[in-house]
């Protein structure tokens, strides 16, 4: 039902000092840049092949991004799939017993449709389903 790694969602501290690695070190071309208001997170897109490197930095103190990287540190947040509707791959997800972090699908950045299942669910990993036009 998914398919493919839609991009790989990495927390940073700061945005232009990583993107200075992305770019510089390893060659990749900055896509965009959007600030995602609801989630309190500055997203930057680097597409690679056939998914995108998704750089997120917080925008507010108390950010769930904020929150990971005082727990963790920077690093690999989540994980997307895309799925090709995001309402049947929930529906099929709530069948599965699998715990959802969002009932319903919501705005996610680049105009995706989004939705996370929870860590608890999924071996540990912050899994992102992703429905794109
Ligand atoms: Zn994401």
Same mark, same amino acid.
């Given at each position: 039902?998914?398919?493919?790694?839609?991009?790989?969602?990495?927390?940073?501290?700061?945005?232009?000092?990583?993107?200075?690695?992305?770019?510089?070190?390893?060659?990749?071309?900055?896509?965009?840049?959007?600030?995602?208001?609801?989630?309190?997170?500055?997203?930057?897109?680097?597409?690679? !092949?056939?998914?995108? *490197?998704?750089? &997120?930095?917080?925008?507010?103190?108390? @950010?769930?991004?904020?929150?990971?990287? %005082?727990? =963790?540190?920077?690093?690999?947040?989540?994980?997307?799939?895309?799925?090709?509707?995001?309402?049947?791959?929930?529906?099929?997800?709530?069948?599965?017993?699998?715990?959802?972090?969002?009932?319903?699908?919501?705005?996610?950045? !680049?105009?995706?449709? *989004?939705?996370? &299942?929870?860590?608890?669910?999924?071996? @540990?990993?912050?899994?992102?389903?992703? %429905?794109? =036009?």
């Amino acid at each position: 039902m998914v398919t493919k790694v839609d991009h790989i969602g990495i927390a940073v501290s700061n945005l232009d000092e990583t993107l200075k690695f992305y770019k510089e070190v390893l060659g990749l071309k900055l896509e965009g840049v959007e600030v995602v208001e609801d989630q309190r997170v500055k997203v930057a897109f680097l597409p690679i !092949g056939d998914t995108e *490197i998704e750089l &997120l930095e917080s925008t507010q103190l108390d @950010g769930p991004i904020a929150k990971f990287i %005082e727990k =963790k540190g920077e690093g690999i947040q989540h994980i997307a799939f895309r799925v090709e509707s995001i309402k049947d791959a929930l529906e099929e997800m709530r069948q599965k017993g699998i715990r959802l972090i969002d009932e319903q699908p919501r705005y996610g950045a !680049g105009g995706a449709q *989004i939705a996370f &299942l929870h860590p608890k669910s999924t071996h @540990g990993v912050l899994v992102e389903l992703c %429905e794109r =036009k």
